[in-house]
Structure formats: C-alpha cells, structure tokens
C-alpha cells in the first residue's frame, strides 16, 4: 500500500501525514473532560495500529487524564524502533489541581519549564517534536513572556518546534513578533466552521495548522443515534455537551444523515467524509483524529486518502444549509 499523503508543517522540516491521532480520550477517567473508562492495552494497540498504517504524529497533552494520555503514548512508543517512531506532539499551559481531580483546569503559563519536563519523563522521550499552548493562559505572565519561554525551549534543543492552540490571529501575530510560531491548533469540523480566516493568516506566514476535532468527537462518525448518546457513561462529558443534546443533536444527526450518500459515492464512511471536508480548507497541514479501537483506524486511513471534488463540496454545503447545523462558512474558503 502506498503512503499516507503528507504536507509540510510550516518551516519546521517535519513533514506530517494529513492525519494524526489524538490521544484525548485514551486519558481514562477520573477528571472533568473523560470520556468514560478506557482500557490501556486497547489503547496501545490502538497507537501502534495507526503507525503500522502509516500514520507519523500522535497528538497529546498533560491535561488528557491528568498525565495519564502521555504515559500510555510512552508505553505505546516504548516498544517500536526508534526508526519507526512518530513525532509526539503535546502541550503545556493547563494545569490541575491533584487534591481535585474533577476540578476545572487553570490556564496557567506560570511552570512551562516544569511542565516540559514532566512531560518528557511520561513520554519517555529526549525531546518533544512540538510542543503548543494549550489555550491562552489567564494565570502568570503575559504571552509576551510564555512565548519567550517556548522560543527559548526551542532553542535549547528541548523542543523541536513551537506552537499555539486555541489562540487568536491577534495573539498569533504578537507572539510571531518575538519568535516564528511554527504551527496552531484551532478547533475546525463541519459543526465549527470559523477558524478559515485564521488559518489563511497562517498559511501566509508558513505557521503549519493542525485542526482539532474534526468528527466532533464522535458526533460525526456516522455511528450515533439519539439512543447511544442516552447510553453513554454518566462520566462521559459529551453526555452534556451542547451538540450532544437537544434541537442541536437533531440537527447535527439529519447533518450526519445528509452526508451519507456522499460517503456511499466514494465507498467512504461518513466519519471519512468529515475529516476530509477539513483537509479541504487551504492551509490546513492535517486533522488530529481521535481514536481508542484499533478497528477505527481504517477510518481513520480512509480520511487521510480520500479527496473530496467541488460537486462533494456542493453536496455538504447544501446539507449544511438546509439542517442549519453548525456555523460558519458552509464551504472551505478559498
């Protein structure tokens, strides 16, 4: 079988597949944003099932179980040759409170230093492949003074590359005055449609994008009905989520209904048709897809080769229209 299709990820010499896997929910529970009890063994062959494929990142962050994500990506990546290894990607700026682990999360820039190096440790690694933060700090210093400390990490050889997630085009443009900011995060799916403006001011400065959640964790996958939601744990977050409930759940299902025979035009899963409708946005370098079964990495394989034409595209946007699902732009922005 051929390679996965790759993109460049800005200027930092690491050419990524389009898509990556997402370790949140492979956290576990026992915090605020788990997905119900996972099994760790299922996880890691999960993990070495997408490199298998082709699949070269693996996206991270302390905060996905508190910890615990990292140790199994570690685990995961113990047992392969370092020549067949994928980049590792996690970030910082998220902190808890171990005395309350159900606790919300501080946005804290106050222990970057300290933070990279517990992530090391649990990721079993010398040093990180990039490293982002999480979502704009509201405790400790300024970006101004966190993004000096990314560039310096970066120049000490800690890190590979740097980047941002959840920051605005106004935040990304203050930090790149003090460093380049090789890659952002935000969130992109067919559900949240208006990060195009940011990341065609990244592609303009060669900061790579990697989209986030671009099934919506799981709502796009083509496999939930109202009834599954019902059943989902009780210490399953999306049991409350606002998409997940609701007129919006029965907007987004008929939106998920609408996207079938497309997916039945390419022999493609739904789920496939999602994360592709991402990678169809210019300056998108690839989509972080989450997945915790081995059987969801086909999916996850399909997406990434699966190349959606201008009457595909005219196909959604009229679905989109006319289930008022979601927001933003009903077609990538040119």
Known sequence: MSALPSRALGNTGMDITTVGLGAWAIGGEGWEHAWGPQDDAESIATIREAVAAGVNWLDTAPIYGLGHSEEVVGEALAGLPANERPYVFTKCGLRWDPDDPMGPQQRDARAIRWEVE?????????????????????????????????????????????????????????????????????????????????????????????????????????????????????NDWRRTAAEYTGDQLARNLSLVDALRPIATRHEASVAAVAVAWTLAWPGVTGAIVGARRTAQIGDMVAAARLVLSDADLDDIATALGATGAGSGPVRPTR
Request: hydrophobic share 45%; proline share 6%; glycine share 8%.
């Open 118 to 234: 517990q992530s090391l440790r649990r990721l079993r690694v010398e040093r990180l492949d990039l490293l982002q933060v999480h979502w704009p700090p509201l405790h400790g210093p300024a970006l101004d003074d966190y993004w000096q400390v990314m560039v310096d990490l970066k120049a000490a050889g800690v890190v590979r590359a740097v980047g941002l997630s959840n920051h605005d085009g106004v935040q990304v443009d203050a930090a790149e005055k003090i460093g380049h900011v090789d890659s952002l995060q935000p969130p992109l799916s067919l559900l949240r449609r208006d990060a195009g403006d940011v990341i065609g001011h990244c592609a303009a400065q060669r900061t790579g994008v990697i989209v986030y959640s671009p099934m919506e964790s799981g709502l796009l996958s083509g496999s939930f009905t109202a009834a599954r939601v019902a059943a989902l744990p009780a």
